[in-house]
T-cell receptor
Framework: AQSVSQHNHHVILSEAASLELGCNYS??????LFWYVQYPGQHLQLLLK??????LVKGIKGFEAEFIKSKFSFNLRKPSVQWSDTAEYFC?????????FGAGTRLTVKP | KAGVTQTPRYLIKTRGQQVTLSCSPI?????VSWYQQTPGQGLQFLFE???????NKGNFPGRFSGRQFSNSRSEMNVSTLELGDSALYLC?????????????FGQGTRLTVV
């Protein structure tokens, strides 16, 4: 099974700062990629997903992610974060066998 | 439509006991996956069931087991509980087992082993 690495454990930003969260996976074959978000006290929900096509995918709430196959990466970005983006973010990879998650990145946005 | 329902929401058990957690998937979803979430470890894959069959299993000891019923509801069981089993256990349901379907998560069952 593949492994998923999220390099940033905790990121602290001020409102309006730009965000980039890293995600790398180990599997060399065809994968489907996801970013999930868990707001405080809420269940995990899907932010965006990549199956094929344009490697730059847009999700909800102004988030986007870019799939770079040569780097086995699927980094999450947002040009200007808001206090309400404070949450934990999980990258997930599905190789049509099972879905594996990264350890998560906790984002704290200071007002 | 109703989301994924996990019961109970909270559990406190003593070392050595066993526990059963329940997950009711979204109506029409046939795949159910279980994850263990702990701080710093993220979500660790436990197992996945599809049409009452275990499709895949993560790297957990045999004390962790599960099953799925004909109505797609799933249960997971942990026997001989250890302190390290304290975690949030999440269930996710999806239409089928392929990677092209979104997983919908329940609120989880928080298990505390004392």
């Amino acid at each position: 099974a593949q492994s998923v690495s999220q390099h940033n454990h905790h990121v602290i930003l001020s409102e309006a700062a730009s965000l980039e969260l890293g995600c790398n996976y180990s599997y060399g074959g065809t994968v489907n990629l996801f970013w999930y978000v868990q707001y405080p006290g809420q269940h995990l929900q899907l932010l965006l997903k990549y199956f094929s096509g344009d490697p730059l995918v847009k999700g909800i709430k102004g988030f986007e992610a870019e799939f770079i196959k040569s780097k086995f990466s699927f980094n999450l970005r947002k040009p200007s974060v808001q206090w309400s983006d404070t949450a934990e973010y999980f990258c997930a990879v599905n190789d049509d066998n099972d879905m594996r998650f990264g350890a998560g990145t906790r984002l704290t946005v200071k007002p | 439509k109703a989301g994924v329902t996990q019961t109970p929401r909270y559990l406190i058990k003593t070392r050595g006991q066993q526990v059963t957690l329940s997950c009711s998937p979204i109506s029409g979803h046939r795949s159910v996956s279980w994850y263990q979430q702990t701080p710093g470890q993220g979500l660790q894959f436990l197992f996945e069931y599809f049409s009452e069959t275990q499709r895949n299993k993560g790297n957990f000891p045999g004390r962790f087991s599960g099953r799925q019923f004909s109505n797609s509801r799933s249960e997971m069981n942990v026997s001989t509980l250890e302190l390290g089993d304290s975690a949030l256990y999440l269930c996710a349901s999806s239409l089928d087992w392929t990677g092209f379907t979104e997983a919908f998560f329940g609120q989880g069952t928080r298990l505390t082993v004392v």
